[in-house]
């Protein structure tokens, strides 16, 4: 779970009752019902009036990962497809098949099953890209519809503070009242702007940020379960795979210190450490 959503929610808000506690105010000055009711009201159905009920519904049914933030490392998912290509390697691709019914993961889990039935390998890529575009387009309209919000809220604000003014024209006759009227009327306007950038921008911005993750996640699995398809060998086919990641998402130390130990381990590995050490033995009798 990645909380940095919620965080920084909480932080936002946090300042504003900072700032308004600073300010010798009250919070109730700007949780008035009826501008809240037309803001958020108002936002959400012009928002369903943009789209389709499915987009509706499947952006909502998104809205609580933005907030988990759910993701898998790429490191995991690395090691996961090297003991894939290890168990091809010694026991031959029909054994994928067995390995598919304990991955959790339904889009690797079709890939090993497409293998291990035979599919050839330009067909395979065809259809696990086709997978992730789709995927991809399902995720990407999830956070345009919260992005779209962003943008009505400040208007649909407006909208309320102008109703809002209007009323309190027509009661010029009352001066007494005057300020608070015109305060109410501004509260609209305020809920419009900080729905739109503490809550639907941020949100939007998250599920696009999430969207993209999957989609190199899924790209790792891609090439990964290609890769052990063509027989490649499992130590390569994981350096190759950590080259397709950012170094800022990898395990640096450990990842660092794994690649030593497998490099001195290997007899690629024990040869060159051997003839380091005949080096060594034959340059001490002429520095004596």
């Given at each position: 779970m990645d909380p940095a959503t919620l965080i920084g929610l909480v932080l936002a808000f946090g300042a504003l009752l900072a700032m308004i506690t600073l300010e010798h105010s009250s919070v109730m000055s700007i949780l008035l019902p009826a501008p809240m009711i037309l803001v958020f009201g108002a936002t959400i159905a012009v928002g369903l009036a943009g789209g389709t009920i499915k987009d509706f519904i499947s952006a909502f049914k998104a809205l609580p990962g933005a907030f988990r933030g759910k993701t898998t490392p790429p490191q995991s998912v690395i090691d996961q497809v090297v003991g894939l290509a290890e168990t091809a390697r010694s026991s031959g691709l029909l054994a994928l098949d067995q390995e598919a019914d304990t991955v959790?993961?339904?889009?690797?889990?079709?890939?090993?099953q497409n293998i291990a039935d035979g599919t050839d390998g330009d067909e395979l890529r065809m259809l696990l890209e086709d997978e992730i575009a789709t995927k991809a387009r399902s995720n990407r309209n999830a956070?345009?519809?919260f992005t779209g919000l962003g943008g009505y809220a400040p208007t649909v604000g407006i909208i309320g503070t102008v109703v809002s003014l209007t009323h309190v024209l027509e009661n010029l006759d009352t001066p007494a009242t005057l300020g608070p009227m015109i305060a109410a009327a501004f509260v609209a306007t305020l809920w419009g702007l900080l729905s739109a950038n503490f809550i639907w921008l941020p949100i939007g911005s998250?599920?696009?940020?999430?969207?993209d993750l999957d989609v190199d996640r899924m790209t790792l699995v891609m090439e990964g379960a290609l890769a052990v398809q063509a027989g490649s060998q499992p130590r390569l086919l994981g350096e190759r795979l950590r080259a397709m990641v950012p170094a800022e998402l990898l395990p640096k130390v450990g990842a660092k210190g794994k690649d030593v130990q497998a490099d001195a381990a290997s007899p690629a590995g024990k040869i060159k450490a051997?003839?380091?050490?005949?080096?060594k033995d034959k340059d001490l009798p002429e520095a004596a």
């Open positions: 959790k993961d339904p889009f690797l889990r079709g890939a090993l956070a345009k519809f998250r599920l696009r940020r999430l969207a051997k003839g380091k050490g005949k080096g």
